[in-house]
């Protein structure tokens, strides 16, 4: 992958799901919110969502 965050992980959508919300998760927690999903939409009929660990 070109960004760092997902270096040495295989390019699916459910693990570009847990990747954002590593990367979010931290700087909304900092501004006293909670992330409640992450969705990424491939096409109409193709979907992930992580709702965290």
Same mark, same amino acid.
């Given at each position: =992958?070109?960004?760092?965050? =997902? #270096? &040495? #992980? !295989? @390019?699916?959508?459910?693990? +570009? *799901?847990v990747?954002i ?5 931290? @700087?909304? $927690? %900092? +501004? &006293?919110? %909670?992330? $409640? *999903? ?7 009929n193709?979907? %992930?969502? !992580? $709702?965290g %660990?």
């Amino acid at each position: =992958m070109d960004v760092p965050f =997902m #270096r &040495g #992980r !295989y @390019s699916s959508t459910e693990n +570009l *799901c847990v990747a954002i919300w590593e990367q979010l998760e931290s @700087s909304v $927690h %900092a +501004l &006293g919110c %909670a992330l $409640h *999903c992450v969705k990424v939409q491939e096409t109409e009929n193709n979907f %992930a969502e !992580y $709702h965290g %660990a």
